[in-house]
């Protein structure tokens, strides 16, 4: 029964990493029901060990966060439609379906090149961020702005948001509620950007984006598929700039992440 269990949950989180794509955010709704009929919470405390009980916990809340796409998704809204980023920009902007509406100052849409070939994804504004309503304008998107030069993009090039509009109190992690209602408007802006490859940055961006709990180290050095639509878009994981701030040895690996970005 033990091992049953383990594997259903393994299951479970392997299939996390393909739920890519909002169609298969109901298959896997459904999946998740089912399989809580088997794991109930009783079962779990009189017999399987506090690790199983963990990831349980983590599916539950991954199970909310997904739900919570498949209402957004059957709801159709007008921005959904809209080609155009500033449009898009305009329609949102005034976002309050999370408590970040009301403590931001600013949304922080996007900047840089509608046309981008390349989009950089963050995790969600800081202070310095929330105060000018753009992203990477603080210590850690000077850094960004040099390892940039480095590789011969200018900002104006490409183009750099976050997964998260609005600046989480005290930068603190976004919530999985937060996430699922801000993430869609992200996916709206790769619609309409149509890039050819992401960069990602950070632990936070890619476990999010790649629907993964790996370390940074493991996704490092890869290039993924990352799904939008039938939109398959090349996707490369590097260390956030902000852990560059605080850790220099991470300095090299990024290096050699960036380097073969840009190739
Ligand atoms: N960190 C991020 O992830 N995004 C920003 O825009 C700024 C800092
Ligand atoms: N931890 C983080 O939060 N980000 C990184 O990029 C690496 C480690």
Sequence with gaps: MENNLNKIIENAIHYLKFVNDKSYYDIYADYLKVKEEVIDDKTI??????????????????????????????????????????????????????????????????????????????????????????PFVGRAGKLLTDILKAINFSRDEVYICNIIKCRPPENRNPLPDEIGKCEPYLLRQLEIIKPKLILSLGTFASQTLLRTREPLGKMRGKIYDYMVGDQKIKLMVTYHPAALLRNPNWKKPTWEDVQMFRK
């Design 45 to 134: 405390d009189a017999v399987y060990p506090q690790k199983i009980k963990k990831e349980k916990n983590i599916l539950v809340k991954e199970k909310q966060t997904v739900q919570r796409n498949v209402n957004l998704s059957l709801l159709t809204e007008s921005w959904m439609e809209i080609e155009k980023l500033d449009e898009l920009d305009k329609a949102i902007c005034d976002c309050k379906k999370c408590s970040l509406g009301k403590s931001r100052i600013n949304f922080v849409f996007g900047v840089g090149n509608p046309n981008a070939d390349v989009v950089l994804v963050g995790e969600a504004p800081g202070a310095e961020e929330d105060k000018q309503g753009i």
